[in-house]
T-cell receptor, first 114, second 115 residues
Framework: NAGVTQTPKFRILKIGQSMTLQCTQD?????MYWYRQDPGMGLKLIYY???????DKGEVPNGYNVSRSTTEDFPLRLELAAPSQTSVYFC?????????????FGSGTQLSVL | AQTVTQSQPEMSVQEAETVTLSCTYD???????LFWYKQPPSRQMILVIR??????QNATENRFSVNFQKAAKSFSLKISDSQLGDTAMYFC????????????FGTGTSLTVIP
Protein backbone atom coordinates (compact mmCIF):
# COMPACT_ATOMS: atom_id res chain seq x y z
CA ASN A 1 0.00 0.00 0.00
CA ALA A 2 2.67 2.49 -1.11
CA GLY A 3 0.45 5.34 -2.41
CA VAL A 4 2.56 8.14 -3.94
CA THR A 5 6.31 7.61 -3.78
CA GLN A 6 8.78 10.41 -4.39
CA THR A 7 12.53 10.18 -4.65
CA PRO A 8 14.90 11.57 -3.54
CA LYS A 9 13.86 13.08 -0.19
CA PHE A 10 16.73 15.56 -0.15
CA ARG A 11 19.08 16.87 -2.80
CA ILE A 12 21.64 19.62 -3.14
CA LEU A 13 22.43 20.88 -6.64
CA LYS A 14 24.96 23.32 -7.94
CA ILE A 15 23.80 26.15 -10.18
CA GLY A 16 23.47 24.90 -13.75
CA GLN A 17 23.15 21.22 -12.88
CA SER A 18 20.17 19.15 -13.95
CA MET A 19 18.18 16.48 -12.17
CA THR A 20 14.98 14.47 -12.29
CA LEU A 21 12.58 14.10 -9.39
CA GLN A 22 10.88 10.76 -9.60
CA CYS A 23 7.22 10.18 -8.73
CA THR A 24 5.20 7.00 -8.97
CA GLN A 25 1.76 6.03 -7.72
CA ASP A 26 0.19 2.62 -7.43
CA UNK A 27 -3.45 3.65 -7.10
CA UNK A 28 -4.23 3.80 -10.84
CA UNK A 29 -4.98 7.51 -10.54
CA UNK A 30 -5.44 9.34 -13.80
CA UNK A 31 -4.52 12.80 -12.47
CA MET A 32 -1.01 13.62 -11.31
CA TYR A 33 0.53 16.91 -10.21
CA TRP A 34 3.78 18.57 -9.24
CA TYR A 35 3.74 21.39 -6.69
CA ARG A 36 6.44 23.48 -5.12
CA GLN A 37 6.14 24.87 -1.61
CA ASP A 38 7.96 28.03 -0.65
CA PRO A 39 7.77 29.52 2.87
CA GLY A 40 4.71 31.73 3.26
CA MET A 41 3.60 31.05 -0.30
CA GLY A 42 1.52 27.90 -0.04
CA LEU A 43 1.71 25.33 -2.79
CA LYS A 44 2.07 26.40 -6.40
CA LEU A 45 1.23 24.08 -9.28
CA ILE A 46 4.12 23.47 -11.65
CA TYR A 47 2.69 20.90 -14.07
CA TYR A 48 -0.16 18.46 -14.10
CA UNK A 49 -1.34 15.51 -16.15
CA UNK A 50 -4.83 14.17 -16.76
CA UNK A 51 -3.60 10.84 -18.10
CA UNK A 52 -0.76 9.05 -19.82
CA UNK A 53 0.61 11.11 -22.69
CA UNK A 54 -1.14 14.31 -21.62
CA UNK A 55 0.54 17.08 -19.64
CA ASP A 56 -0.15 20.76 -19.13
CA LYS A 57 1.45 23.75 -17.45
CA GLY A 58 0.38 25.03 -14.09
CA GLU A 59 1.08 28.39 -12.47
CA VAL A 60 4.90 28.21 -12.34
CA PRO A 61 6.23 25.94 -15.12
CA ASN A 62 9.33 27.89 -16.16
CA GLY A 63 12.55 25.94 -15.69
CA TYR A 64 10.79 22.57 -15.46
CA ASN A 65 9.68 19.80 -17.77
CA VAL A 66 7.53 16.72 -17.28
CA SER A 67 6.51 13.59 -19.11
CA ARG A 68 3.79 11.00 -18.51
CA SER A 69 4.55 7.86 -20.49
CA THR A 70 2.65 5.58 -18.08
CA THR A 71 -0.25 6.00 -15.68
CA GLU A 72 2.04 5.30 -12.73
CA ASP A 73 4.99 7.62 -13.35
CA PHE A 74 5.25 11.39 -13.58
CA PRO A 75 8.88 12.58 -13.37
CA LEU A 76 9.79 16.26 -13.04
CA ARG A 77 12.92 17.44 -14.81
CA LEU A 78 14.91 20.49 -13.74
CA GLU A 79 17.23 21.83 -16.40
CA LEU A 80 19.97 24.33 -15.53
CA ALA A 81 19.10 24.59 -11.83
CA ALA A 82 18.89 28.10 -10.37
CA PRO A 83 18.78 29.31 -6.74
CA SER A 84 15.14 30.34 -7.30
CA GLN A 85 14.30 26.63 -7.62
CA THR A 86 15.30 25.99 -4.02
CA SER A 87 12.04 24.69 -2.57
CA VAL A 88 10.14 21.67 -1.31
CA TYR A 89 8.58 19.72 -4.15
CA PHE A 90 5.49 17.59 -3.79
CA CYS A 91 4.09 15.08 -6.21
CA UNK A 92 0.41 14.27 -5.85
CA UNK A 93 -2.28 12.23 -7.55
CA UNK A 94 -6.05 12.05 -7.59
CA UNK A 95 -8.81 9.94 -9.06
CA UNK A 96 -11.70 11.67 -10.71
CA UNK A 97 -14.83 9.93 -9.59
CA UNK A 98 -16.98 12.93 -8.64
CA UNK A 99 -17.36 11.30 -5.25
CA UNK A 100 -13.91 10.91 -3.87
CA UNK A 101 -11.79 13.73 -5.23
CA UNK A 102 -8.89 14.41 -3.00
CA UNK A 103 -5.16 14.73 -3.42
CA UNK A 104 -2.82 12.03 -2.28
CA PHE A 105 0.61 13.46 -1.63
CA GLY A 106 4.08 12.08 -1.69
CA SER A 107 6.41 12.85 1.21
CA GLY A 108 8.16 15.70 -0.57
CA THR A 109 11.65 16.49 -1.84
CA GLN A 110 13.74 19.21 -0.21
CA LEU A 111 15.88 20.70 -2.99
CA SER A 112 18.60 23.26 -2.45
CA VAL A 113 20.40 24.94 -5.34
CA LEU A 114 23.67 26.54 -4.30
CA ALA B 1 -7.83 31.80 -12.21
CA GLN B 2 -9.09 30.70 -8.86
CA THR B 3 -7.63 32.27 -5.75
CA VAL B 4 -7.67 31.04 -2.18
CA THR B 5 -6.99 33.43 0.68
CA GLN B 6 -6.05 32.57 4.22
CA SER B 7 -5.77 35.83 6.12
CA GLN B 8 -4.37 34.39 9.37
CA PRO B 9 -0.67 33.49 8.96
CA GLU B 10 -0.39 32.33 12.57
CA MET B 11 -2.79 31.33 15.32
CA SER B 12 -2.58 29.75 18.72
CA VAL B 13 -5.07 28.01 20.97
CA GLN B 14 -5.04 26.52 24.42
CA GLU B 15 -5.27 22.77 24.63
CA ALA B 16 -8.92 21.59 24.85
CA GLU B 17 -10.22 24.92 23.50
CA THR B 18 -11.84 25.61 20.13
CA VAL B 19 -10.25 27.51 17.26
CA THR B 20 -11.52 28.61 13.86
CA LEU B 21 -9.31 29.04 10.81
CA SER B 22 -10.58 31.28 8.02
CA CYS B 23 -10.52 30.75 4.29
CA THR B 24 -12.09 32.64 1.41
CA TYR B 25 -11.92 31.84 -2.27
CA ASP B 26 -12.82 33.40 -5.56
CA UNK B 27 -14.35 31.46 -8.43
CA UNK B 28 -16.99 31.74 -11.12
CA UNK B 29 -17.65 27.99 -11.06
CA UNK B 30 -20.75 26.51 -9.51
CA UNK B 31 -19.55 22.96 -8.90
CA UNK B 32 -16.26 22.54 -7.08
CA UNK B 33 -14.67 20.99 -4.03
CA LEU B 34 -13.03 22.51 -0.98
CA PHE B 35 -10.49 20.94 1.33
CA TRP B 36 -8.48 21.54 4.45
CA TYR B 37 -5.08 19.87 4.55
CA LYS B 38 -2.82 19.63 7.57
CA GLN B 39 0.96 19.66 7.33
CA PRO B 40 2.74 18.74 10.58
CA PRO B 41 6.49 19.21 11.01
CA SER B 42 6.99 15.86 9.29
CA ARG B 43 6.05 17.70 6.07
CA GLN B 44 3.47 15.09 5.10
CA MET B 45 0.24 16.56 3.71
CA ILE B 46 -2.80 15.05 5.43
CA LEU B 47 -6.40 15.54 4.37
CA VAL B 48 -8.48 16.88 7.26
CA ILE B 49 -11.87 17.45 5.69
CA ARG B 50 -13.57 17.76 2.31
CA UNK B 51 -16.66 19.69 1.20
CA UNK B 52 -18.61 19.38 -2.03
CA UNK B 53 -19.98 22.73 -3.16
CA UNK B 54 -23.35 21.37 -4.21
CA UNK B 55 -24.00 20.03 -0.73
CA UNK B 56 -25.62 22.46 1.68
CA GLN B 57 -24.70 20.45 4.76
CA ASN B 58 -21.41 21.33 6.39
CA ALA B 59 -18.89 18.50 6.51
CA THR B 60 -17.70 17.12 9.85
CA GLU B 61 -14.93 14.70 10.77
CA ASN B 62 -14.76 13.99 14.48
CA ARG B 63 -13.37 17.18 16.11
CA PHE B 64 -13.13 18.99 12.78
CA SER B 65 -16.02 20.78 11.12
CA VAL B 66 -16.44 23.44 8.49
CA ASN B 67 -18.67 26.45 8.02
CA PHE B 68 -19.29 26.57 4.28
CA GLN B 69 -20.93 29.77 3.06
CA LYS B 70 -21.22 29.38 -0.72
CA ALA B 71 -22.64 32.82 -1.45
CA ALA B 72 -19.96 34.49 0.61
CA LYS B 73 -17.28 32.12 -0.79
CA SER B 74 -16.12 31.33 2.70
CA PHE B 75 -14.89 28.01 4.06
CA SER B 76 -13.70 28.12 7.67
CA LEU B 77 -12.37 25.19 9.70
CA LYS B 78 -13.35 24.71 13.33
CA ILE B 79 -11.21 22.50 15.53
CA SER B 80 -12.87 21.52 18.78
CA ASP B 81 -11.13 20.17 21.87
CA SER B 82 -7.73 21.11 20.44
CA GLN B 83 -4.94 18.62 21.03
CA LEU B 84 -1.16 19.03 20.97
CA GLY B 85 -1.07 16.88 17.84
CA ASP B 86 -3.13 19.49 16.01
CA THR B 87 -0.08 21.77 15.93
CA ALA B 88 0.64 22.09 12.23
CA MET B 89 0.33 24.23 9.14
CA TYR B 90 -3.20 24.18 7.74
CA PHE B 91 -3.90 24.77 4.08
CA CYS B 92 -7.24 25.55 2.51
CA UNK B 93 -7.62 24.26 -1.04
CA UNK B 94 -10.06 24.64 -3.92
CA UNK B 95 -10.48 22.05 -6.64
CA UNK B 96 -11.73 23.13 -10.03
CA UNK B 97 -13.83 20.64 -11.96
CA UNK B 98 -13.36 22.55 -15.21
CA UNK B 99 -9.58 22.67 -15.58
CA UNK B 100 -8.18 19.17 -15.20
CA UNK B 101 -9.12 18.85 -11.55
CA UNK B 102 -6.58 21.50 -10.60
CA UNK B 103 -6.15 22.21 -6.92
CA UNK B 104 -5.41 25.75 -5.72
CA PHE B 105 -3.97 26.33 -2.28
CA GLY B 106 -3.97 29.20 0.16
CA THR B 107 -0.77 30.39 1.83
CA GLY B 108 -1.51 28.48 5.01
CA THR B 109 -2.16 29.15 8.70
CA SER B 110 0.37 28.01 11.25
CA LEU B 111 -1.54 26.71 14.27
CA THR B 112 0.12 26.16 17.63
CA VAL B 113 -1.70 24.33 20.41
CA ILE B 114 -0.45 25.50 23.79
CA PRO B 115 -0.43 22.99 26.64
Amino acid sequence: NAGVTQTPKFRILKIGQSMTLQCTQDMNHNYMYWYRQDPGMGLKLIYYSVGAGITDKGEVPNGYNVSRSTTEDFPLRLELAAPSQTSVYFCASSYSSRRSEKLFFGSGTQLSVL
Amino acid sequence: AQTVTQSQPEMSVQEAETVTLSCTYDTSENNYYLFWYKQPPSRQMILVIRQEAYKQQNATENRFSVNFQKAAKSFSLKISDSQLGDTAMYFCAFMSTLTGNQFYFGTGTSLTVIP
